[in-house]
């Protein structure tokens, strides 16, 4: 039987045996065969649907019988008590589930019929367990019925699988033209990206070389030469400011170690004005905010009476540093001085340049210029990295319309049972 239904559902009204469908015939060919699909389940389940309406006729007239029996023998308390109570339930019961119609829908036809199957057998199962004693040939009959109804459903049950089976491959043929036709579309749009970001591409480019040609022109410019002068000026003070410094912080190290050495020795002698000197001095110049000109005014104040114990021979000088340093009172404290003046002086000199810099119409220039530069390099960077994605998903899509096509394929000579040919892009007929 199973076969014979499988072989009903699996016949084609069309297309005939050897012909071929077309891309663009395929949603054509998915809707007739659908339709081709219900029309054999329907007729199929044709002879099911009729009887089984019958059956639910048959049980609607069977309800009216219970409850007329003639015979005025007494019943047991008991089965008079099931009378009472369990018939009007199971009635109530059996009545609401042939309320209404049937769909004219296969699929809802078929889940209304198992619905009142299961409905009826319940009601069976439980108030109406027992009329059996009351009502034994209503019952049997009532039996009879519910089976042949049930033999019928099983029938349409093969069907519905099959149709359902093979409707299912239709829709997913379909669904898998539906996903084709998105990457189609998103595929022309990815080439209408492509166009639009060469044209962006161009325009970025051109911005870009406009840009560079203005920078070379202002690099060539008497303006920007007096700019590269003062570049250089303040580079030159900037290597001067950093040697005086060096300088500078080379008195400080050397001296540090004689002034402590010469500190001892005040101590010593009971000197204590010049002890403290030479106490403030070491805290003054190892301080982190160091007051220079306080240190220079107290190598001066303090020189002659360091020098003293160096004459004596009471404070040696250890190394060529040293020495080199402490020569006289008046060249040792004109060093500290000389060195800090130095130091000022650049640094002025450095800050007017830097700041003549600032205020140069050719260094905003030059600036901005940079600026535009690098802004314009970035957006070019961000245009090709975009379009790198663009091209890795454009290859995606292509492979994945490629799978599409035999995806298609597969699921149509499933669906077609090898009576007709897919000619898919690209083939020939």
Not at 206 to 222: G, H, I, K, P
Not at 231 to 240: F, G, L, P, S
């Amino acid at each position: 039987m199973f076969e014979k239904i499988k072989n009903i559902l699996s016949k084609k009204a069309e297309p005939a045996k050897g012909e071929t469908i077309t891309f663009e015939e395929l949603p054509a060919w998915l809707e007739r065969q659908e339709k081709d699909c219900i029309n054999r389940r329907a007729g199929a389940i044709k002879t099911s649907r009729e009887r089984i309406i019958t059956f639910k006729q048959d049980l609607r007239q069977l309800l009216t019988e219970f409850g007329q029996e003639t015979s005025d023998e007494p019943h047991h308390h008991k089965v008079e008590q099931v009378n009472r109570h369990a018939l009007p339930q199971f009635c109530k019961k059996i009545e609401s589930e042939l309320e209404g119609g049937f769909s004219d829908d296969d699929e809802e036809f078929y889940q209304e019929v198992a619905g009142l199957m299961n409905g009826c057998f319940k009601a069976f199962k439980g108030p109406g367990k027992y009329l059996h004693h009351l009502y034994p040939e209503e019952i049997k009959e009532f039996r009879h019925t519910l089976d042949n109804t049930g033999h019928e459903l099983n029938r349409m049950t093969e069907i519905i699988r099959l149709s359902r089976e093979y409707l299912s491959n239709l829709a997913e043929i379909h669904d898998e033209l539906e996903n084709r036709h998105e990457m189609e579309e998103e595929l022309r749009q990815a080439g209408v990206e492509k166009a639009k970001y060469e044209s962006s591409l161009l325009d970025l480019n051109n911005n870009l070389e406009s840009l560079q040609s203005d920078l070379a022109r202002l690099s060539t410019s008497v303006e920007y030469q007096e700019y590269s002068q003062l570049e250089e000026d303040i580079q030159k003070a900037e290597t001067e400011f950093k040697q005086s410094m060096e300088v500078y912080e080379s008195h400080i190290r050397n001296a540090i170690p004689v002034w402590k050495r010469a500190g001892k020795l005040f101590q010593e002698q009971g000197n204590a004005e010049h002890e403290k000197l030479m106490d403030d001095v070491v805290h003054i110049a190892q301080s982190p905010r160091r007051q220079d000109d306080e240190i220079v005014h107290k190598v001066k104040v303090s020189s002659k009476e360091l020098f003293s114990l160096i004459g004596k021979g009471l404070l040696q000088t250890k190394n060529t540093f040293e020495k080199h340093l402490f020569t006289n009172p008046e060249e040792y404290s004109e060093k500290f001085s000389q060195s800090l003046q130095s130091i000022r002086n650049i640094s002025d000199n450095l800050e007017c340049k830097k700041q003549e810099r600032e205020n140069n119409s050719v260094n905003e220039k030059i600036r901005e210029l940079k600026h535009l530069i690098e802004h314009a390099e970035h957006e070019i960077r961000q245009a090709e990295d975009e379009e790198s994605r663009r091209i890795e998903r454009m290859s995606t899509m292509e492979e994945n319309l490629s799978n599409s096509l035999t995806t298609i394929r597969e699921k149509f000579d499933r669906c077609s049972k090898d009576k007709a040919r897919l000619i898919i892009p690209g083939e020939m007929e």
